[in-house]
């Protein structure tokens, strides 16, 4: 009615609205963005590529270009999911860890920079000519197992996860990426590689308190991969008692934890009779990542 009488209405039925540019259109949704997320430009302009099937270089090079409905209707729907807080990945469909570019689904966590730093650790305990057998455990997307799996070729690398559906993910980011010296394994934890043994043993466990308020966050990953009873510590103590009989010249295992886990975690190690503990801290300086041996009377 105020548009009526401000001589408006005409604009207030307009049914095209003025045509959006890609600038204006990742100034728009960065704008919005910046309530759930701390790279707001980042994720408007790689779910605008997304958008208009084009390569985020192509936003770069054409910021003038116009929008047609059809995407901008794909991008408001793409902005709703995201600000409802779900995870930048799950919407693309993939993400990328260690240079490569890995499919994610909501069975699977959506690895993140820290593990690259379980990768890191493993690669450099792993000469480049070595033929190991290696382990990956709770794999999900097979995030460390095909990054390692690709930088050191001659190793054969076993995964395991007891998610039949993040194990199908897995399987199509290895076939995906032609990575071949990788072999997987649906199952509980050691359970269906037990009678081998493995010179290296990686796994980024679910490690987070039950009642951590951090989860409200998480909640569009899958809680099995990310809660482990109410210390957060459940699975890191099977793993400490499991892999013990599976670790080949008494190891390394390398597991990612908490930045409050350290001692926790060298404790656990401890008890199960590991030794050597080391705490390695991440890129932000968090200690993230801890590596054991374990000296049995066969390895001495
Ligand atoms: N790194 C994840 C987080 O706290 C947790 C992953 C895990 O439990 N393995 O955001």
């Known amino acids: ?20 540019s890609i600038e204006q ?16 430009r980042l994720d408007a302009e790689l779910l605008l590529a997304r958008c208009i099937d084009m390569p985020r270089s192509y936003l770069f090079a054409h910021p003038e ?16 999911r995201r600000v409802e807080g779900e995870p930048l ?8 860890f260690w240079s490569l570019e890995l499919i994610v689904s909501p069975a699977t966590l959506v690895p993140r920079p820290e593990t690259e730093l379980l990768v890191d650790i493993a690669l450099r305990e792993i000469p480049r000519e ?10 999900g ?6 990054a390692i799996a690709k930088e050191r070729q001659l190793c054969q690398v076993s ?27 649906q199952g509980n934890w050691t359970e269906p590689v037990a009678d081998q043994k493995f010179k290296v043993i990686a796994s980024n466990p679910p490690y987070v ?31 400490a008692r499991d892999c013990r009989t599976i670790i080949d010249d008494g190891g390394p295992l390398l597991l990612e934890h908490g930045a409050d886990q350290r001692d926790d975690v060298a404790e656990v190690l401890l008890s199960y009779g590991w030794d050597r503990i080391r705490c390695y801290d991440d890129y932000s300086g968090n200690p993230r990542v801890t590596r054991a041996y374990y000296s049995s009377s066969e390895t001495t």
């Open 1 to 20: 009615m105020y548009a009526k009488l401000l001589g408006l209405d005409q604009y207030a039925y307009e049914p095209m609205s003025e045509p959006v």
């Open 25 to 40: 259109a990742l100034v728009d949704a960065t704008t919005r963005l910046r309530e759930v997320s701390e790279s707001a």
């Open 65 to 80: 270009d116009t929008l047609d409905e059809a995407a901008l209707g794909r991008l408001e729907r793409t902005l709703q």
């Open 89 to 96: 990945a799950y919407i693309t469909g993939s993400k990328e």
């Open 130 to 139: 070595a033929d190991w057998a290696i382990l990956d455990l709770g794999t």
């Open 141 to 146: 997307s097979g995030a460390i197992a095909l």
């Open 159 to 185: 995964a395991v996860d007891v998610s039949p559906e993040a194990l199908a993910v897995a399987r199509e980011n290895a076939n995906q990426l032609t990575i071949s010296n990788i072999s997987f394994f």
């Open 209 to 239: 308190a039950s009642g951590d308020a951090a989860l409200d966050a998480l909640r569009a990953e899958p809680a099995v991969a990310l809660t482990a009873g109410e210390d957060g510590l459940e699975s890191i103590a099977i793993l």
